[in-house]
């Protein structure tokens, strides 16, 4: 897990390892930490979905596009662990569908990513047929499972727009 998204830069990198030489010392309250054991600490303690509402969980990370004559939305939400949405799914639909009204959007997605186990799933409602081609295994309870997806700039909008403005 060690800084292993796709928009991390070498900076991060530089910047990681300084602060570990300063924090993990003996005798400091993070002895014996590295930086993976308290990243995923740090993760673990401040994602979820059983912790918000849906509206908020929703609009937190919101970005609003237009492409091939739609206009959409895209959230991202962040879990230490996809089956949380589970128990969530019906809820986060609902606003979705909700926002799409107030909003005049034709189409809405949430991005449930596990920031632990780097993967994602697509919520998505008011899809238009061309996004059945998108390249995500459609799951049971129809949300798709974007394996290795953590960035929605750099990996999933290449892949929406791709579909959209063809």
Same mark, same amino acid.
């Given at each position: #897990?060690? =800084?292993? !998204?796709?928009?991390?830069?070498?900076?991060?990198?530089?910047?990681?390892?300084?602060?570990?030489?300063?924090?993990?010392?003996?005798?400091?309250? @993070?002895?014996?930490?590295?930086?993976?054991?308290?990243?995923?600490?740090?993760?673990?303690?401040?994602v979820?979905?059983?912790?918000?509402?849906?509206?908020?969980?929703?609009?937190?990370?919101?970005?609003?596009?237009?492409?091939?004559?739609?206009?959409?939305?895209?959230?991202?939400?962040?879990?230490?662990? @996809?089956?949380?949405?589970?128990?969530?799914?019906?809820?986060?639909?609902?606003?979705?569908?909700? #926002?799409?009204?107030?909003?005049?959007?034709?189409?809405? #997605?949430? #991005?449930?990513?596990?920031?632990?186990?780097?993967?994602?799933?697509?919520?998505?409602?008011?899809?238009?047929?061309?996004?059945d081609? =998108?390249?995500?295994?459609?799951?049971?309870?129809?949300?798709?499972?974007?394996?290795?997806?953590? !960035?929605?700039?750099?990996?999933?909008?290449?892949?929406?727009?791709?579909?959209?403005?063809?």
């Open positions: #897990m060690r =800084l292993s !998204s796709p928009t991390t830069t070498d900076r991060d990198h530089r910047a990681a390892d300084r602060l570990a030489r300063w924090a993990f010392v003996p005798g400091s309250i @993070l002895a014996g930490e590295t930086i993976e054991s308290y990243g995923e600490k740090v993760l673990r303690s401040g979820g979905l059983s912790t918000r509402d849906p509206k908020e969980i929703i609009n937190s990370d919101l970005k609003i596009y237009d492409a091939g004559g739609y206009d959409f939305a895209i959230a991202q939400a962040e879990v230490t662990d @996809l089956l949380q949405l589970d128990e969530h799914l019906k809820e986060l639909e609902f606003s979705l569908n909700e #926002m799409c009204e107030k909003k005049g959007l034709d189409f809405a #997605m949430l #991005m449930v990513t596990d920031v632990v186990g780097n993967s994602s799933r697509l919520v998505v409602v008011n899809a238009p047929p061309i996004l081609d =998108l390249p995500y295994p459609r799951q049971i309870d129809g949300t798709r499972l974007a394996a290795g997806v953590v !960035s929605r700039k750099k990996q999933l909008l290449p892949v929406i727009f791709g579909l959209l403005e063809v």
